[in-house]
């Protein structure tokens, strides 16, 4: 009798070390399913909703801005990878800024790194002298709704970061932001 009473209790023991188990398996399945539903998010929000047309686009309206941002190092940012690094996607990805629609490559840390791909804010009829004139924060609106960023430092730390860059300097964004073209706004 005490012999069945102990078998039993075994068997009450792991069947329960069994639910458990299979609880634990469980809430893990679930917890992976919500983290791959969190990566597909995450791949969606990393995949550009606007197409990237490189500098020479912003350069027929933004002279100033462009011929003083050619004069800084995130203008040669890829020419100072050797031609071996420049092959490697773990160095790339902070000394390049993005793809044209046909695949092309636009190297170096060009306008659109810091302000978002432009295909679709750059239109004439959200970058307006005339419409701008009348209506800044308007227009603005616009710009931003159609991919525009006026970077903050959030901007700059994706790669001004000491992870994957071996040649991290410390980033000082109030000092170094006013290093990255002139700003014909403010009489520069
Ligand atoms: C068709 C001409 C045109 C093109 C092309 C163009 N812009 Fe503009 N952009 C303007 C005008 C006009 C304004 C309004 C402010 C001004 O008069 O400078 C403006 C405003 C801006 C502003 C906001 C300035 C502020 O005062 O708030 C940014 C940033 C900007 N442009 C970046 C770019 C970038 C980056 C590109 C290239 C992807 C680009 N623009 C292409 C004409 C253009
Ligand atoms: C996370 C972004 C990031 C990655 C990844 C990265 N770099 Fe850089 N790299 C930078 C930044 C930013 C600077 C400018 C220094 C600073 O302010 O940190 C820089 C500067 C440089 C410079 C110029 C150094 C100087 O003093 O003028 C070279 C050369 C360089 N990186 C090579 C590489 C190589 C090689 C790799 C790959 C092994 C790499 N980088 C990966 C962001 C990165
Ligand atoms: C390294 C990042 C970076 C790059 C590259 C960059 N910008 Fe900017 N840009 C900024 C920051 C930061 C501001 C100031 C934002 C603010 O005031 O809130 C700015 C402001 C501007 C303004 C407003 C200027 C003013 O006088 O107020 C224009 C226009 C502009 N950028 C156009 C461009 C164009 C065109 C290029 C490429 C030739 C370019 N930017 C490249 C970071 C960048
Ligand atoms: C796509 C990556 C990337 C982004 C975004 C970026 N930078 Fe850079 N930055 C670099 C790299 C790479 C270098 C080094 C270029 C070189 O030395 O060849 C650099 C260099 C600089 C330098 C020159 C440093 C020196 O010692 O002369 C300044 C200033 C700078 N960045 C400011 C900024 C600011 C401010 C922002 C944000 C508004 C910003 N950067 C955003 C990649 C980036």
Redesign the pocket.
């Given at each position: 009798m005490r012999k069945l009473f102990t078998i039993s209790l075994i068997m009450v023991a792991l069947v329960a070390f069994m639910a458990i188990g299979l609880m634990a398996q469980d809430s893990t399945k679930s917890e992976m399913k919500g983290d791959m539903k969190e990566m597909k998010g995450d791949m969606k929000k990393m995949a550009p909703a606007h197409e990237?047309?490189?500098?020479k686009?912003?350069?027929?309206?933004?002279k100033d801005?462009y011929t003083s941002w050619e004069t800084t190092p995130h203008a040669k940012a890829f020419e100072a990878l050797s031609a071996d690094e420049q092959k490697k996607p773990e160095c790339v990805k902070c000394h390049m800024t993005g793809m044209l629609a046909d695949g092309t490559a636009i190297n170096n840390v060009e306008?659109?790194a810091?302000?978002?791909?432009?295909?679709d804010?750059?239109?004439?009829t959200?970058?307006?002298?005339?419409?701008?004139?009348a209506d800044?924060k308007g227009?603005?609106a616009m710009?931003v709704e159609a991919g525009?960023?006026?970077p903050t430092e959030e901007t700059c730390v994706r790669c001004h970061t000491k992870e994957g860059n071996p040649n991290y300097k410390e980033f000082d964004f109030e000092k170094m932001k006013a290093k990255v073209h002139a700003f014909?706004?403010m009489g520069e």
């Open positions: 990237y047309v490189s500098a686009k912003c350069k027929a309206c933004h801005v306008c659109e810091c302000h978002g791909p432009g295909a804010y750059k239109k004439a959200i970058m307006s002298k005339k419409k701008w004139a800044p227009q603005l710009a525009l960023v006026m014909p706004s």
